[in-house]
């Protein structure tokens, strides 16, 4: 991997289909040694995962990350603890007012490792779809897909 790319460890496709992603912060994260390593391999899930602001802290709760193969079955992290995320006091009591006064939730969309080689959360503010919304989802990128088989020639 070179030093100037973006490699993308788990996004959470599940929110974007269950959610309305109003805005995104990206935020550091508190991470054990062993953790580093599983998040290097690609193993680690954000399905059911959804962060909470508790006593001016970031925390991100319920994201699987794998323990590491190779360790030898000591010193491994356990698989779903907490794990904070590191945010700017400012950029956290943003989160706290969108959170209180919108009623929305804060939900990782995706874990990557940026251009320097760091662990990044992207955080996304989300408002709840209705089961209306998420079907006329569907029907929007089903008929984008048949838009673009059309264009391409492949009928």
């Given at each position: 991997?070179?030093?100037?790319?973006?490699k993308?460890?788990?996004?959470n496709?599940r929110?974007?289909?269950?959610?309305f992603i109003?805005?995104r912060?990206?935020?550091?994260i508190?991470?054990?040694?062993s953790e580093?390593?599983s998040?290097r391999?690609?193993q680690?899930?954000l399905?059911?995962?959804?962060?909470?602001i508790?006593n001016?802290?970031?925390?991100?709760?319920?994201?699987h990350?794998?323990p590491?193969?190779?360790?030898?079955?000591f010193?491994n992290?356990?698989?779903?603890r907490q794990?904070?995320?590191?945010?700017?006091?400012?950029e956290?009591k943003?989160?706290?007012r969108?959170?209180e006064?919108k009623?929305?939730?804060?939900?990782?969309?995706?874990?990557?490792f940026?251009?320097?080689?760091?662990?990044k959360?992207?955080?996304g503010?989300?408002?709840?779809?209705?089961?209306?919304?998420?079907r006329?989802?569907?029907?929007?990128?089903?008929a984008k897909?048949?838009?673009?088989?059309l264009r391409?020639?492949?009928f």
């Open positions: 991997m070179k030093k100037s790319e973006v993308n460890v788990a996004t496709r929110a974007f289909h269950d959610y109003d805005d912060i990206e935020a550091g508190e991470l054990q040694g580093v390593k998040l391999a690609g680690a899930n399905k059911d995962s959804y962060a909470k508790t001016g802290e970031v925390f991100m709760i319920k994201c990350i794998t590491y193969v190779y360790s030898g079955g010193d992290h356990e698989p779903e794990r904070r995320l590191l945010l700017h006091r400012k956290i943003r989160l706290e969108s959170v006064t009623g929305c939730t804060l939900i990782p969309t995706r874990i990557y940026n251009e320097a080689g760091k662990v959360v992207e955080i503010v989300a408002r709840g779809k209705r089961q209306y919304d998420k006329e989802a569907l029907t929007e990128r089903d897909r048949e838009m673009d088989r391409k020639g492949n």
